[in-house]
Nanobody, 124 residues
Framework: VQLQASGGGLVQAGGSLRLSCVAS????????LAWFRQAPGKEREFVAG????????FYSDSVKDRFAISRDNPKSTLFLQMNSLKPEDTAVYHC??????????????????WGQGTLVTVSS
């Protein structure tokens, strides 16, 4: 299984970015998928998660109403649309996948597969 994340970059506060994560070797449609982030000197934290299509999406309080997670099952691609970005959103963003449909979405230990990360830098 491979997860390839992309779409990070430098953006001013208030701007937007769209992250993508292409998966291979995975039954994408039934997998639980998520985005986590890790800022310098901080622990990895949950950002957003998606159970298999139709089973719900989940967000951390810090990004709710600003970020949107979505998935394109035929293309095995996970997205994270990030709007109204703030300097505190600066981090390396990682996509994660689990074959377990019942995994705790926000717990990073529940995910077996991880992408390499893409850096998002938000300037003030």
């Amino acid at each position: 299984v491979q997860l390839q994340a992309s779409g990070g970059g430098l953006v001013q506060a208030g701007g937007s970015l769209r992250l993508s994560c292409v998966a291979s070797g995975l039954t994408f449609r039934t997998s639980t998928l998520a985005w986590f982030r890790q800022a310098p000197g901080k622990e990895r934290e949950f950002v957003a998660g998606s159970r298999m299509s139709g089973s719900g999406t989940f967000y951390s309080d810090s990004v709710k109403d600003r970020f949107a997670i979505s998935r394109d099952n035929p293309k095995s691609t996970l997205f994270l649309q990030m709007n109204s970005l703030k300097p505190e959103d600066t981090a390396v963003y990682h996509c994660a996948a689990s074959r377990n449909r019942l995994v705790a979405v926000s717990t990073h230990s529940g995910y077996t597969y991880w992408g390499q990360g893409t850096l998002v830098t938000v300037s003030s």
